[in-house]
């Protein structure tokens, strides 16, 4: 019987559950082989954020379809030149006198699938911050695929739809669109007309300085890292240029589809760590990697220590140490040294011990899902793990890890600002605080 699960208006405000972080998680799992999407808005930033994962679902052959809504001028011609770029097919969607609304994202396979119907269109609000409404459904092969056959018509009947109201995307159609003044310029945001009014709106700026309301804490939306921002920017042609005044990010290119596009450096964005681990490692041979003792004593509660139970020995007379049950379930990313997302792991049973002979947090990971990191060719720099914890429903911890090299890697190394006992190496590792680095 397929599972639901009700996410609440609360849960991207405060964090507890993002969308993004589910699109994310589910285009790097193997379970699922096919992406289809209905939204009626859909800007660039997110884009922007999920390009790694995007980039490896590509890689491996799997496809991506959309229809997307460009009523109100809710969509941005910036999103539909890197979905035509980088999805296998998108249709544009436009009725008279009605409004294209739904937001319905889906992800299968030959076992299972997974989607989620609500409120949330494909924009950094949407997929973040704002207060949003839905269900995500699991469904598993051959029991519910009746179920899912019924559900799925929610997609093929807008996809399948023929007539003018619906279009193929194309570069020509795109520039046509976009000439009749129907999508909306991300290099214009603050001038441009909405349906709903945007969470930073003077509106909204005026409504939070009155008596009237009191706030809750929002947690950030997610950075994007200068070399992701580029890569995604270059792989749709799209142009960055230099920041507006008063503004660190760049803003990108509205002058149509071109082919050869410059695209200068951004300037450095530095990563949001809220709650986590930012520290330089070296894997095993054997998998095993050790963290800081030190950073535990800092902040036990988030990697649930003391642990309450005891490891098992291999060999009789062994001495046991105490070990975390059951095992936190973590998601794996692997970056390799220009920064690319190259390897991955879902749902993975991290075993973690407290080896007491030397004071040290050990977890280990099976060694060819960080074989990119090629620890072994490293002679200055050690690999950087960052370690969050999870906003997916059932997932305790991302592990993000860096091969030295890349921009974003460098850009984790400015917030190590703790030296760790070198225990005989030349240099030390580093580890970084848990407060909010900006």
């Given at each position: 019987?397929?599972?639901?699960?009700?996410?609440?208006?609360?849960?991207?405000?405060?964090?507890?559950?993002?969308?993004?972080?589910?699109?994310?998680a589910?285009?790097?799992?193997d379970?699922?082989?096919?992406?289809?999407?209905?939204v009626?808005?859909?800007?660039?930033?997110?884009?922007?954020?999920?390009?790694?994962?995007?980039?490896?679902?590509?890689?491996?052959?799997?496809?991506?379809?959309?229809?997307?809504?460009?009523?109100?001028?809710?969509t941005?011609?910036?999103?539909?030149?890197?979905?035509?770029?980088?999805?296998?097919?998108?249709?544009?969607?436009?009725?008279?006198?009605?409004?294209?609304?739904?937001?319905?994202y889906?992800?299968?396979?030959?076992?299972?699938?997974?989607?989620?119907?609500?409120?949330?269109?494909?924009?950094s609000?949407?997929?973040?911050?704002?207060?949003?409404?839905?269900?995500?459904?699991?469904?598993?092969?051959?029991?519910?695929?009746?179920?899912?056959?019924k559900?799925?018509?929610?997609?093929?009947?807008?996809?399948?739809?023929?007539?003018?109201?619906?279009?193929?995307?194309?570069?020509?159609?795109?520039?046509?669109?976009?000439?009749h003044?129907?999508?909306?310029?991300?290099?214009?945001?603050?001038?441009?007309?909405?349906?709903?009014?945007?969470?930073?709106?003077?509106?909204?700026?005026?409504?939070?300085?009155?008596?009237?309301?009191?706030?809750?804490?929002?947690k950030?939306?997610?950075?994007?890292?200068?070399?992701?921002?580029?890569?995604?920017?270059?792989?749709?042609?799209?142009?960055?240029?230099?920041?507006?005044?008063?503004?660190?990010?760049?803003?990108?290119?509205?002058?149509?589809?071109t082919?050869?596009?410059?695209?200068?450096?951004?300037?450095?964005?530095?990563?949001?760590?809220?709650?986590?681990?930012?520290?330089?490692?070296?894997?095993?041979?054997?998998?095993?990697?050790?963290?800081?003792?030190i950073?535990?004593?800092?902040?036990?509660?988030?990697?649930?220590?003391?642990?309450t139970?005891?490891?098992?020995?291999?060999?009789?007379?062994?001495?046991?140490?105490?070990?975390?049950?059951?095992?936190?379930?973590?998601?794996?990313?692997?970056?390799?040294?220009?920064?690319?997302?190259v390897?991955?792991?879902?749902?993975?049973?991290?075993?973690?011990?407290?080896?007491a002979?030397?004071?040290?947090?050990?977890?280990?990971?099976?060694?060819?899902?960080?074989s990119?990191?090629?620890?072994?060719?490293?002679?200055?720099?050690?690999?950087?793990?960052?370690?969050?914890?999870?906003?997916?429903?059932?997932?305790?911890?991302?592990?993000?890890?860096?091969?030295?090299?890349?921009?974003?890697?460098?850009?984790?190394?400015?917030?190590?600002n703790?030296?760790?006992?070198?225990?005989?190496?030349?240099?030390?590792?580093?580890?970084?605080?848990?407060?909010?680095v900006?």
């Amino acid at each position: 019987m397929a599972y639901y699960t009700y996410l609440q208006p609360t849960d991207q405000p405060t964090g507890v559950f993002r969308l993004l972080d589910w699109l994310e998680a589910n285009f790097c799992n193997d379970d699922y082989q096919d992406f289809r999407c209905l939204v009626a808005f859909a800007k660039i930033k997110p884009f922007y954020k999920l390009h790694p994962s995007l980039q490896l679902w590509n890689s491996k052959g799997k496809s991506s379809e959309a229809v997307i809504g460009i009523d109100h001028k809710g969509t941005s011609f910036q999103a539909l030149q890197y979905v035509l770029a980088n999805f296998d097919c998108v249709n544009i969607l436009h009725v008279n006198y009605s409004t294209f609304h739904p937001k319905l994202y889906i992800f299968s396979g030959p076992t299972k699938a997974t989607a989620y119907y609500g409120s949330s269109n494909f924009t950094s609000g949407g997929l973040e911050t704002n207060f949003e409404g839905g269900i995500i459904i699991d469904f598993t092969f051959p029991t519910d695929q009746n179920e899912f056959d019924k559900f799925f018509k929610s997609y093929s009947s807008v996809a399948t739809l023929s007539g003018s109201c619906i279009t193929k995307l194309t570069p020509s159609f795109l520039n046509t669109l976009n000439g009749h003044g129907l999508l909306l310029d991300e290099t214009k945001t603050a001038k441009a007309p909405h349906s709903s009014t945007p969470a930073n709106t003077s509106s909204n700026t005026a409504a939070s300085s009155l008596p009237l309301f009191s706030g809750i804490h929002v947690k950030p939306a997610r950075s994007i890292p200068k070399n992701v921002m580029i890569s995604a920017a270059s792989s749709a042609g799209i142009i960055l240029t230099s920041p507006q005044k008063g503004s660190s990010h760049p803003s990108v290119s509205s002058t149509g589809i071109t082919s050869n596009s410059a695209i200068p450096i951004a300037p450095t964005i530095i990563p949001v760590i809220t709650n986590g681990l930012v520290i330089q490692v070296t894997p095993h041979y054997n998998g095993e990697i050790l963290l800081s003792k030190i950073a535990v004593d800092q902040n036990p509660t988030f990697f649930g220590y003391p642990f309450t139970g005891m490891t098992v020995p291999k060999k009789a007379g062994n001495p046991t140490y105490p070990q975390r049950v059951p095992d936190p379930i973590v998601n794996i990313y692997v970056y390799d040294n220009t920064g690319a997302l190259v390897n991955t792991a879902t749902n993975y049973p991290l075993n973690t011990i407290y080896y007491a002979k030397k004071s040290e947090i050990r977890i280990t990971i099976t060694p060819s899902i960080l074989s990119a990191l090629n620890v072994a060719a490293i002679t200055t720099n050690y690999p950087i793990l960052v370690m969050t914890t999870s906003t997916i429903i059932g997932c305790d911890y991302e592990l993000s890890f860096y091969a030295p090299g890349s921009a974003i890697y460098n850009d984790y190394l400015s917030v190590c600002n703790q030296s760790l006992p070198s225990g005989g190496k030349p240099i030390s590792r580093k580890m970084g605080d848990r407060k909010s680095v900006v």
